[in-house]
Each structure stands twice: as structure tokens, then as C-alpha cells.
């Protein structure tokens, strides 16, 4: 099946401390990872992908994992900030007789609290 | 560069209307899919269009079809609306030319927010 779960679907975390967003995906030929951030009013912005061959990516305060055996990944955030408040949605590739798409989970919604 | 627009932002119809929007990509990209943004099912994949033929396919009824033009400006129509098509549409644009067409960076549009009455 092509199913991507997102937990938890709120998230309220003090700032300067650390968020932690979790996927799992259930098509084991999944290769490709993305995670977008949405802010109001605005369409979804990709702030770090990560494939099947690497285990964790990192890019500043930004850090994704990947464990392929269990089928999850994880989005990592640390030294929160304001502007770090948004909808985050995590995704991954579904590609099924040659039609391919990207499937994304439910969206977290972040709050950092000064 | 400019970014993806979407025209227009919003967008109020009634039952039974057909509706069409607009998606204008990144100058230089070729791919443009499009998606439904809704509270209760999320962000689903409509469809992906490359060099004005539908590449890929999301799992929605043929009331919804899309094209691309030569320019790979691309359009999306909804024949026949029903309340439930009330949503957030996003288009997104890629190069489109790789050989993992599906792990190319998608940019999104602001999208356009249509409400079915």
C-alpha cells in the first residue's frame, strides 16, 4: 500500500530546545525522503530530502534520519527559534509500474513558545 | 528568478460548475505537478505533466484534468464540483529532466484556494 504516517500532529516546544517530527512509510521500495515546511499563506517549501543509500543528512539546525529495516524517518530540529513555526510535512516516493509520485504524511504543526 | 505563480488565489464556485487554474513554473522548468491540499486528507498528488503530456497520475476521478502548454505553463480543470472539492490547490514546478524525475526538487506555488458552495 502507499500510506506515510506523521506523528504527532501538534508540537509545542519551548525555544532554543529541540523538536523531533517521525514518519513511517509502508512501501518498502520507497528511495526518496523529502520534508517540507508550510507556512501560512504560502505553499510548502522543501528544507532537506534525504535518499535510501544515507542514514542521516544534516544541515545546520536541520537533521533527518532514516532507518530503511523499520521503514521510519525522522526530522530533527535543534535550537529552536520563532520563525521555526510552521506545518511540517514529511513525504516519500511511491513509484508503481513506472507511475511515480511523492506521498506525504498528515503535517505537524509546530509551535515554538519564546 | 521568479517563483511559481498561480492564478488566481481564490476562487468561489457552486455545485455543478466547472472551474480551471492556472500554473505558471519556474522559467526553465518543465515539469509542473499538481496537488490538493485539504484539513481532512492532506496534500495528494493530482497529476505531473513534462513536455505537454501527463507523466504521472494521482488516484482522482476524471472530473479533474490538466494540461501544459509549450511555455509548460499548465492548467488544471475541475468539471462538475462537488462541496468536497473545496481545498487548497498547489502546483509545483522541477526541472523535470533527471534520470529520478520523482527525487528532483519540487518548488511550490502559494496555491489557490477554491470554495465550492
Known sequence: GENVEQHPSTLSVQEGDSAVIKCTYSDSASNYFPWYKQELGKGPQLIIDIRSNVGEKKDQRIAVTLNKTAKHFSLHITETQPEDSAVYFCAASISNFGNEKLTFGTGTRLTIIP | ?117
Not at chain 2, 491540499?37 to 479533474?64: A, D, H, I, M, V
Open chain 2, 1 to 117: 528568478k521568479a517563483g511559481v505563480t498561480q492564478t488566481p488565489r481564490y476562487l468561489i464556485k457552486t455545485r455543478g460548475q466547472q472551474v480551471t487554474l492556472s500554473c505558471s513554473p519556474i522559467s526553465g522548468h518543465r515539469s509542473v505537478s499538481w496537488y490538493q491540499q485539504t484539513p481532512g486528507q492532506g496534500l495528494q498528488f493530482l497529476f505531473e505533466y513534462f513536455s505537454e503530456t501527463q507523466r504521472n497520475k494521482g488516484n482522482f476521478p476524471g472530473r479533474f484534468s490538466g494540461r501544459q502548454f509549450s511555455n509548460s505553463r499548465s492548467e488544471m480543470n475541475v468539471s462538475t464540483l462537488e462541496l468536497g472539492d473545496s481545498a487548497l490547490y498547489l502546483c509545483a514546478s522541477s526541472h523535470g529532466t533527471g534520470p529520478l524525475v520523482i527525487e528532483e526538487t519540487q518548488y511550490f506555488g502559494p496555491g489557490t484556494r477554491l470554495l465550492v458552495l
